[in-house]
């Protein structure tokens, strides 16, 4: 900032922001300098995140510090919220000048760049206002080109879940594409050759918003030919226009061999159904479009003197396999191959898959052999399943919850591994790669326990059937460890969709907070995949009413008697820690215990189950609750950040 603006010394409050913001346009500070602040608190809020705490502080010293951390992170926040109220959300379509829709497309360039976007959603928001402007002036280039922009920043936003049941913003995507292809009926018309670019990705992107095709990767659900009819009708009219002499000619700069080997490498992904039903047709095109990759990576990798990717190698050898060109054996001295010769210490995205995913594709192929050769290999397969197992715990925090959450749920459905301990290890890593869902999570965990023990004590009629438990005193240790880890584990979906949001540096959108309202359903599901169906429910209906109006997931069945008394604790509970957190919460200023409850008491009947709320009436419990929430939150953020010393 200027000298000029720190001297205002304006008070650090909403309305203190709001008003340094205007200062600073008013100062004739430029919009480039206060798009630059933003995305400068951007990443401050990231690194905010992570406290600097350090393995030589004392315990207070590193409290002092976590809490100092989320006061700034929650400064940064407030400005960030003022400056796009000041640039983005106080305009309109009408209001916005040529140069003001020039400077905020420069912006949405900078914030957006795909897998390493800085903040898609503000680029989609900006790119939904420049649409509209576009209209209004009607300029068909810039409508073209924000259908584009519109269609790929949501589809960066968009939560699918493995099956494709739910997948939020499939019709924006549809009609974004559809609309932005439907412009190649004017091609000739609209001579500007960038927008013809955007016209012929918008073709090939229609596939996107197909919601009868359930797109295969390599960490999804292997599945059968859902949607192979749409999705061929998609690529073939793409690769029509694209392989086009005629298209080609008019706009020989428009990189269309890029675009048909994209249309080649993501056809590549029906070889994860090819595995669990064999489709010749499916097989055949598979194979054309694997060979066409292999092919192309294969040139580059001569030119750079390095090796096709282990990906690639791998699709290429299984599509041969599947369309009957390579026998089975071929296939997996090619896997065994790519596996053996991983480094543990790499984490690129290509040695993931191959220590990861590839030896579970490995299993399953082997078992296609004579038993006798299958039973040869077996020791060779668990070497390699030891090796996953190893690098699951090496990958670091932070950064690869997806990634993981995706393998459990590989492993669990391939029924190679019955380890319930090592289920509940890479679940409380999944919690730890994000420590301010870890911290909550530890909280509710404590909390709900320490309410459940306390209605065993007074109410024990109020818990039996929960869990299958029908003697509460002889059960308790039971009731009490399965309570604990329904509290630990009711937020593990937020962890597993937190990469579609830009969650610290300033308000939800109304798109990121419907990603986030899933994580229930996230949670539940993986939970589910591991077996732990009691605990799993608890993690879909904790925030749901206690009278069954609002909340959400809406529109589902009613909890299942078996876990409803403890999810009514969690909902209970989880609201007592997320309302009063007064260390490391930064989105919202915490509310006194004292408060909360009284919250909690006039929603009991309504949010809140008055059962479970009249615990606190007793001012004993009252108390020893208070302390509780206290002492766990304490030891919950050390261990978080500081750890093992």
């Known amino acids: 900032m200027s000298d000029n603006e720190d001297s205002l010394n304006l008070p650090d409050t909403p309305k203190g922001r709001s008003r340094k913001v205007l200062f600073m346009a008013r100062k004739g500070i430029s919009m480039e300098e206060i798009y630059q602040r933003y995305l400068d608190n951007l990443a401050v809020a990231r690194s905010l995140v992570k406290p600097p705490v350090t393995p030589d502080m004392t315990e207070e010293q590193a409290i002092e510090t976590i809490h100092h951390s989320a006061e700034r992170l929650f400064s940064v926040h407030q400005e960030n919220d003022a400056i796009l109220k000041d640039i983005l959300f106080t305009k309109t379509a009408e209001t916005l000048t040529e140069w003001e829709a020039e400077q905020l497309s420069g912006l949405a360039d900078k914030l957006f760049d795909f897998n ?12 939904q206002l420049l649409y509209a402007y576009a209209q209004l002036k ?60 955007f016209i012929i ?36 009219r793409t690769m029509a226009v694209i392989q086009s002499p005629y298209y080609r000619e008019m706009n020989a700069e428009i990189p269309w061999d890029t675009f048909v080997y994209s249309m080649h490498y993501d056809r590549t992904q029906f070889l994860a159904g090819l595995r669990s039903k064999n489709d010749p047709v499916i097989a055949a095109a598979v194979l054309e479009s694997a060979e066409y990759v292999y092919q192309n990576q294969q040139h580059i990798a001569r030119e750079r003197h390095k090796n096709v990717g282990l990906r690639t190698q791998y699709v290429y050898a299984a599509a ?32 993931i898959w191959a220590v990861l995913y590839a030896p579970e594709y490995l299993r399953e192929y082997s078992l296609r052999l004579e038993e006798e050769e299958s039973l040869v290999l077996r020791p060779r397969l668990e070497r390699l399943f030891e090796r996953q197992k190893k690098f699951l715990f090496m990958l670091p925090q932070n950064e690869y919850a997806i990634q993981v959450s995706d393998c459990v749920r590989v492993i669990a459905l391939s029924g190679s591994r019955q380890d319930t301990k090592f289920y509940r290890q890479i679940l409380d890593y999944i919690l730890a790669c994000h420590p301010p869902t870890y911290v909550h999570s530890m909280v509710v965990a404590s909390l709900a326990r320490h309410f459940c023990l306390r209605m065993a004590q007074t109410a024990p009629e109020l818990l039996n059937g929960i869990f299958g438990v029908e003697d509460v005193a002889g059960q308790l240790d039971f009731l009490s460890e399965q309570t604990y880890r329904s509290g630990l584990y009711h937020d593990l979906g937020k962890c597993m969709l937190l990469n579609y949001i830009s969650l610290y540096g300033r308000r939800l959108l109304d798109e990121e907070f419907a990603c986030i309202k899933l994580h229930p359903l996230f949670g539940c599901g993986l939970l589910t995949t591991l077996g732990m169906e009691d605990i799993s429910n608890a993690a879909f209906y904790h925030h749901r009413s206690f009278n069954g109006i609002g909340g959400y997931p809406a529109g589902q069945d009613d909890c299942p008697v078996s876990v ?70 304490h030891q919950a953020y050390l261990d978080a950040y500081l750890g093992e010393r």
Request: proline fraction near 1%; include cysteine.
């Open 116 to 127: 390493r976007s800085v903040d898609v959603g503000i680029a989609y928001k900006i790119h």
């Open 201 to 236: 990705r918008c073709l090939g992107n229609t596939k996107l918003g197909l919601r009868s095709v359930r797109m295969r990767t390599d960490t999804g659900v292997s599945s059968t030919d859902d949607g192979w009819k749409d999705y061929m009708e998609a690529f073939d």
């Open 320 to 351: 041969r396999y599947h369309a009957g060109k390579a026998d089975i054996r071929e296939l997996i001295d090619v896997l065994f191959s790519l596996c053996e010769e991983t480094d543990l210490n790499d984490f690129s995205g290509d040695n």
């Open 138 to 197: 009607g300029d068909e280039d810039l409508m073209v080109r924000e259908l584009y922009y519109q269609g790929i920043t949501i589809f960066y936003l968009n939560v699918q879940s493995p099956d494709r049941k739910t997948n939020l913003f499939i019709d924006r995507i549809a009609e974004y594409y559809e609309k932005g292809a439907s412009y190649l009926e004017r091609y000739e018309e609209l001579t500007n050759s960038e927008t013809r670019g």
């Open 564 to 633: 409803r008394r403890i999810v009514d604790i969690i909902t209970v509970v989880d609201a007592l820690d997320a309302g009063t957190d007064n260390v490391g919460r930064s989105y919202a200023a915490a509310k006194t215990y004292e408060q909360l409850v009284e919250e909690l008491r006039a929603g009991r009947g309504t949010r809140y189950a008055p059962e479970v709320v009249a615990l606190l009436d007793d001012p004993d419990f009252y108390q020893e609750v208070k302390q509780c929430l206290a002492d766990s939150r």
